[in-house]
């Protein structure tokens, strides 16, 4: 047997919609089982340390578990507020889409301008930029973990993101594509027929 280099993680069963289609069986009534934050941590752990490259959360909504429900520098890319920014319907703007409890201004009081320049997003930019100065992280693109990272939107529009060792796993491209034809970063894999994609 191969050993494994991609895991998904089932963290619950809980979801706020209830497909009848779900794969899963997810929906409100769903429970987020018996393992709490702890055992998840060290589940994450183990695999990592036995060569697992990538886990992905699955569920139900995986944003439901109670774990999710701190949100956490950590949980970003590292891009926020590094050309980017997010307004809401709300009229808050954020230093990304993801980071919405660090509000930075709200445009109903104040120009794009003034907030963007401002104390506010110039401190949360600056306490961010250095958060992950040291530790940039790979975000691959969680929609098709087997043809490798996607640049949008975690790495800056120019193209340059070009992920390293253990950010680039060498996943088989699918069940019809040869097995002896696998994709990497510098490899232009085309969608897989054999399923719908995004």
Request: proline share 11%; charged share 20%.
């Amino acid at each position: 047997m191969t050993e494994p280099t991609f895991a998904w993680l089932e963290i619950t069963g809980k979801c706020q919609l209830a497909c009848e289609h779900c794969y899963a069986d997810s929906g409100p009534n769903g429970t987020h089982g018996t393992m709490d934050e702890a055992d998840w941590r060290r589940v994450i752990d183990e695999p990592t340390a036995q060569g697992v490259a990538m886990v992905q959360f699955i569920g139900g909504e995986p944003t439901t578990h109670p774990a999710f429900a701190r949100p956490s520098e950590a949980q970003l890319c590292g891009n926020c507020a590094q050309g980017v920014a997010a307004i809401s319907a709300d009229g808050w703007v954020w230093p990304c889409v993801f980071a919405r409890w660090l509000p930075v201004g709200n445009v109903l009081g104040a120009s794009v301008a003034e907030i963007w320049n401002g104390a506010t997003m110039t401190a949360t930019a600056n306490r961010l930029a250095e958060r992950f100065a040291a530790d940039r992280p790979c975000v691959p693109d969680m929609c098709d973990p087997q043809c490798g990272p996607s640049c949008s939107p975690a790495c800056t529009p120019s193209r340059n993101c070009r992920p390293t060792q253990t950010c680039a796993p060498n996943y088989s491209c699918g069940p019809c594509v040869p097995k002896d034809r696998t994709c990497g970063p510098d490899r232009n894999c085309r969608p897989n027929q054999c399923r719908p994609t995004r």
